[in-house]
């Protein structure tokens, strides 16, 4: 049986009743990736107590104007945290598309994860206040 190369505690915190032990479900490698690059991006700086410079603050842009310069520093605030807080990956593609009618952001991202071999992975949210 293959070892996972990556696990997490799942973000919704729900026991896995399939199992005798009844612990927190896990996710495992892409989904365990998928999650850290969540947290990194929607974490607000100061907000971790013992690791306040995590995050990328993302929300600090929210109130700029939604333009395609505001969509650009996103995207170049995004691809730094990133770079500093998930090594494990290779960001490949990163669109982000102001959307001035709903006011929000449409976020696509295509990235690598560098220890698994499960190929070339992608990752939509959308970014509002």
């Known amino acids: 049986m293959a070892q996972d190369v990556y696990s997490d505690v799942d973000d919704r915190l729900y026991r896995d009743m399939t199992k005798l ?11 365990a990736v998928k999650n850290s690059i969540l947290n990194v991006l929607t974490t607000k700086k100061m907000e971790r107590r013992m690791l306040p410079e995590f995050g990328a603050s993302l929300e600090k842009l929210l ?4 333009d395609d310069v505001t969509a650009k520093r996103i995207g170049e605030a995004m691809i730094q945290e990133l770079k500093f807080w998930e090594p494990r990956i290779n960001v490949n593609n990163l ?3 102001a959307n001035a009618d709903q006011m929000r952001y449409d ?5 690598d994860v560098e220890a698994c ?3 070339r992975n992608s990752i939509e949210f959308i970014l509002q206040q």
Do not use: A, Q, R
């Open 117 to 119: 071999d499960i190929g």
């Open 95 to 97: 669109l982000v598309v």
């Open 63 to 66: 109130f700029e104007p939604i």
């Open 21 to 31: 032990t009844k612990d927190l479900h896990k996710d495992k490698d892409i989904e």
């Open 107 to 111: 976020i696509t991202m295509s990235y």
